[in-house]
């Protein structure tokens, strides 16, 4: 199925990113479906509804447990043809899709968990065609010292704010979080991208226990969501931090 993507109905500001890319990418393919690589994909979270736009996707995940649960929603969601689900480490994505490169690579959640970011980012960039973009989504730092001082559990948030890896401590389960300034860094210096925008994923929507509804409550908060994604320093206080690069 060759579907058109449409727009995402929900203002999330990476999921507009990447539906932007993807209408860039079948255009340069003369309408075929776009060949999204989701790197770390996990369960689908981004791969189906991908899927669902019109694009082929293959995820890779060092996880069998997270590539089940991503058949079974791709089948839930009716794209079972159209996402390809291979175990395998970030370290060996050129064994694992080694001939064409991708018209788009995701990378989201992943640089948290991986030994060696900059090896994970030169592998993203390796196994994307020229002239196409890799996404990335990393754990901010800051806000991530603000969320431990609210719940009350600010001698974490003093560690994680003097760790130069933006850790609480030997049990976090993330290996590091990231400011603006780090993710650019990496995906210019090691993955030899250019980067074209940096922006902060929820960077209000985490502070709200929910979307007020009625009196165009949602809308207001998704329109002020979009502003502060750009804007400094609200953006580098996001959640997460989103990047979008090119290959040359
Ligand atoms: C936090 S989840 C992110 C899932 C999804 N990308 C998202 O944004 O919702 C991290 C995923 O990365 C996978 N992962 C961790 N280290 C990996 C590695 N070295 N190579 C491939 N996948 C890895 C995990 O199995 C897990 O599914």
Redesign the pocket.
Known sequence: MNARPSAPTTVDVVARALHDELVAARARRGGAAPRVL??????G??AVPLAAEGCEVTV????AN?LAVLRSRARDAGVADQVRAVQ????ALADIDGDVGADLV?G???L????DPAA?VRALATATAPGAAVSV?VAGRWAAVLARVVAGRVAEARRLLADPAGRWGRNDPLLRRMDTGEVRELLERDGGLVVEQVRGHRVLADLVPEAPDGGGGASDLAALEELAADTPPLRDLASRIHVMARRR
Do not use: P
């Open positions: 989701d790197v770390g994909g996990g369960s979270t981004w890779v995940d060092s996880s997270a395998g480490d970030v370290d995701l989201h959640g992943l948290e968990y991986v030994d994970a989504l």
